[in-house]
């Protein structure tokens, strides 16, 4: 059995979709702090805090688990920066809380949530996962913490691990299931549905004066489903004996910020009013992954690499839920 933290997050509510379709066992284990009870659907449910040791070990006692996976941690940059503190206990104290109740009881199997963060201002373009590691805020830190964590008790204790480094996480389920409802939003394609859908004044596009053909920022947009479908190939790999493992989800290709605004006119069939502000701090002008590594080794192959088709996910979630999830 699967313990699926943070499964009722954005990325961890698909994955969990995924290993209802696949029918593997698994229980959530979620706080609900900034995950949506409604997005657990009809999986297995525990409430609990990877912070607080207790709760960890009452689950961990409870059910057959021979997988971990993470997904419960905080993401936001700025916030990162704001209040490292927070990151730091969420992300790095309470994974280890996490490694240590498991270990405790001989599991030895962990799918971890890292991050493009972990690479800093790259130094080269695509991005391979070998690239110099220099996170350039605490958010990047704590992920690139828990990689070298993972690296140790791979090499002392046999706890073996992939880390999954995500670009940028976009879209929602196709099907229109489940979708990206986070209080406050800070993701470009939902903060441009929200202007198209004039629930908010306009868009911000922060920055027009980089290195950039258009001037804007370069991202990797990669659909949510692909996502989940890159842990089940983890979790796969793991299961058949696999070695540790980091490995980039990116579609390959980069969008900028104008291009991901004029896919969301066409896909929503109207123009919106977009602004132009200044830059956000510690935004690199280009973020594109390398991922021919997932490709390779874990036979990953993202269906949605298009960013027009994860913009039309995230507008069906979007009108079919204005105000996200019931809470
Ligand atoms: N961005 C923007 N306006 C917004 C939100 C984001 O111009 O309201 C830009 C941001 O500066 C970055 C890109 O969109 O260049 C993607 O930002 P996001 O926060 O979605 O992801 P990140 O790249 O920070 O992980």
């Not at 489940?178 to 004044?201: K, N, Q, S």
Request: charged residues 25%; proline residues 6%.
């Amino acid at each position: 059995m699967i313990l699926v933290c943070g499964g009722a997050g954005y990325i961890g509510s698909h994955m969990i979709k995924l290993l209802r379709a696949e029918g593997i066992d698994h229980v959530v284990f979620d706080n609900l702090e900034r995950g949506n009870a409604p997005a657990v659907k009809d999986s297995r449910f525990e409430k609990g805090d990877l912070r607080n040791r207790a709760d960890i070990a009452r689950v961990l006692d409870q059910y057959p688990i021979s997988l971990v996976m993470h997904f419960a941690a905080y993401i936001e940059v700025g916030e990162s920066v704001k209040d490292p503190s927070a990151f730091w206990e969420n992300n790095v104290i309470a994974v280890w809380n996490l490694l240590e109740e498991s270990r405790k009881r001989d599991i030895k199997q962990i799918v971890f949530s890292s991050t493009a963060a972990v690479y800093g201002e790259p130094s080269m373009i695509p991005i391979p996962e070998d690239h110099p590691k220099n996170p350039a805020n605490p958010y990047g830190e704590t992920k690139l913490a828990v990689e070298r964590m993972l690296g140790g008790y791979n090499d002392a204790y046999g706890m073996r691990s992939v880390c999954l480094r995500y670009f940028n996480a976009c879209g929602a389920d196709p099907a229109g299931e489940l979708g990206e409802d986070h209080r406050p939003e800070t993701h470009l394609i939902p903060r441009v549905l929200l202007a198209a859908a004039g629930r908010a004044p306009e868009i911000t596009v922060f920055g027009t004066d980089y290195e950039t053909p258009d001037g804007t920022c370069i991202r990797d947009y990669v659909h949510v489903s692909d996502i989940a479908d890159a842990h089940l190939l983890a979790i796969r790999y793991l299961e058949n004996g696999g070695e540790s493992n980091q490995f980039n989800l990116g579609s390959g290709n980069g969008f900028s910020v104008k291009e991901v605004i004029s896919a969301a006119k066409e896909v929503v069939g109207h123009d919106f009013p977009v602004g132009y502000g200044s830059r956000r701090a510690g935004d690199p002008a280009r973020l594109i992954a390398d991922s021919a590594k997932a490709r390779q080794v874990l036979g990953w192959e993202p269906k949605f690499d298009d960013v027009k088709v994860c913009v039309q996910h995230a507008w069906n979630w979007m009108q079919a839920n204005p105000d996200g999830y019931p809470r």
